[in-house]
């Protein structure tokens, strides 16, 4: 079946630091991947998504790469900061019925 | 437009005892889903709705989990009896499919945290 595995955290980074988050995945077929935040005390949003494979999903400054050869789809931000704190989530979609698979979740700490 | 509405936001009950979450979609949105995301894991699909019918409810434990949306809008989850593994947060997510077909996002609601005692 899919899964998605994700770079255990805690992370904690300076302000201004480079973030990497990383993610690979398991699927048959060709899954669309995504990167979900989820802010303190909300739900989960959309950050980006990749929808085939080369394709570079970016938003608010992060992006991910959609490599297929290495089934991955790693997180990345030049320059993090305090309000970035939150839990990150990657996902695949794969099969008929549209359905996510989610990875453990990352936690993201900025401190200023 | 407004998000995912879903209420309680929290819950605590003790075990044996019966609880429900109610979910109201986006408007328009036909496919509605529930997820289940015990703490320090991430969310794992439990049903998911097309209109009014299910379309995979392969991980929801049909001994005491029982979900319905009866006029294709608004749904609601519940457990009946609860156990301790139950507590988790309960999320409620909706989609529309884009015309023709193709790609979808889901939108997810804050959640209903449930602790059971």
């Known amino acids: 079946g899919n899964s998605v595995t994700q770079m255990e955290g805690p992370v904690t980074l300076s302000e201004e630091a480079f973030l990497t988050i990383n993610c690979t995945y398991t699927a048959t077929g060709y899954p669309s991947l995504f990167w979900y935040v989820q802010y303190p005390g909300e739900g989960l949003q959309l950050l980006l998504k990749a929808t085939k494979a080369d394709d570079k999903g970016s938003n608010k400054g992060f992006e991910a790469t959609y490599r297929k050869e290495t089934t991955s789809f790693h997180l990345e931000k030049g320059s993090v900061q305090v309000s970035d704190s939150a839990v990150y989530f990657c996902?695949?979609?794969?099969?008929?019925?549209?359905?996510?698979?989610f990875g453990k979740g990352t936690l993201l700490t900025v401190n200023p | 437009e407004a998000g995912v509405a879903q209420s309680p936001r929290y819950k605590i009950i003790e075990k044996r005892q019966s609880v429900a979450f109610w979910c109201n979609p986006i408007s328009g949105h036909a496919t509605l889903y529930w997820y289940q995301q015990i703490l320090g894991q991430g969310p794992k699909l439990l049903i998911q709705f097309q209109n009014n019918g299910v379309v995979d409810d392969s991980q929801l434990p049909k001994d005491r989990f029982s979900a319905e949306r009866l006029k294709g809008v608004d749904s609601t989850l519940k457990i009946q009896p609860a156990k301790l593994e139950d507590s988790a947060v309960y999320l409620c997510?909706?989609?529309?499919?884009?015309?023709?077909?193709?790609?979808?996002?889901?939108?997810f609601g804050p959640g209903t945290r449930l602790l059971v005692l």
């Open positions: 996902a695949l979609r794969g099969g008929s019925n549209y359905k996510l698979t």
């Open positions: 997510a909706s989609s529309s499919r884009r015309t023709g077909g193709g790609e979808e996002t889901q939108y």
